[in-house]
């Protein structure tokens, strides 16, 4: 799959299938969607492409708002790559762009794109102040010599798959059932980044989650995770929280990997949450706290041996 940085190094070559669209979480339903994309291509000998912005115009028009995204560009584009798509374009997403008119941003897409079927949800609307609804897409394909092919919401055992349910059940500490929405774990990458090595001096040493400020954090608790590292794949116990038996109020993401003692400081490392297994609690003391953290261990290796 490659990754084009902006249509201005694209020619029109291929007929192409494409998708616009963030695709945040890239769900159930955007790979059921991208499916089907990926099929329409195949069947004239085109190629299936997806067009994606950065940042996303919601970004951009409201900032990064704290703890609100699924997925960085990066793990987007890792998803992605897995699809089948020939392509991915990136572009940039400015003022100038943001004021160009439907007419005008699919015009200058043809310029780069031999596009002859655009893919949009009933909801779908670009160019300035969204004017370019479905409606008003058809008719420029007509126009244009393309098609516009619109799908229904994905339903996934009896319901419609939407990112906000994904958000809203990370909010609550659910999971599996998020999981299930996404057809994956869903993740959480960073960088390792010093901490007050507490975790250490109490046996149970962590690997403190460099979190970017928009990243969606599950609720607070503690969970069973797949790490990853360069180095290999490791089981884990995370904290995310306030560490209220310290008296902190700042949410940290702290993992206790299983079996492992090296110093990984600066290394990038990925957190696959797999299932919640209970609330964070404020103890007694620091003993009180270590005691329940064994317990955590035994629980976690009880229930990743239940998976095999």
Request: contains cysteine; neutral net charge.
């Amino acid at each position: 799959m490659w990754i084009e940085r902006g249509l201005e190094q694209l020619s029109p070559t291929a007929p192409t299938q494409l998708v616009i669209g963030a695709f945040d979480g890239l769900h159930r339903g955007h790979q059921a969607l991208i499916g089907g994309v990926v099929a329409a291509a195949r069947a004239i000998a085109g190629q299936a492409v997806v067009l994606t912005f950065d940042p996303l115009p919601r970004q951009y028009f409201n900032g990064k708002p704290a703890r609100t995204w699924l997925s960085s560009l990066e793990e987007r584009l890792e998803q992605l790559a897995v699809l089948e798509l020939d392509g991915v374009i990136v572009q940039p997403f400015d003022a100038a762009l943001s004021a160009l008119p439907a007419r005008a941003f699919l015009s200058r897409l043809q310029e780069h794109v031999h596009l002859v079927g655009l893919w949009a949800g009933p909801d779908f609307a670009l160019g300035q102040g969204r004017g370019g609804t479905l409606e008003v897409l058809r008719q420029l394909g007509i126009e244009l010599g393309f098609t516009v092919h619109t799908f229904a919401p994905f339903i996934w055992r009896g319901t419609a798959v939407h990112s906000s349910d994904i958000r809203r059940l990370l909010q609550e500490g659910h999971i599996e059932a998020a999981n299930d929405l996404l057809g994956r774990a869903y993740r959480l990458t960073g960088r390792v980044c010093p901490g007050e090595q507490r975790g250490r001096r109490l046996g149970f040493p962590t690997a403190n989650l460099e979190v970017p400020s928009e990243r969606l954090l599950p609720k607070d608790g503690i969970y069973i995770c797949r790490a990853h590292l360069a180095r290999g794949s490791f089981e884990a116990v995370i904290n995310v929280g306030t560490r209220p038996t310290f008296n902190h109020s700042d949410t940290t993401v702290e993992a206790h990997l299983l079996d492992f003692d090296a110093d990984i400081y600066g290394e990038s490392l990925r957190l696959d949450f797999l299932t919640r297994l209970r609330s964070e609690l404020r103890f007694a003391s620091a003993e009180a706290l270590v005691q329940q953290m064994h317990k955590d261990v035994a629980q976690a290796r009880r229930w990743l041996a239940a998976q095999v």
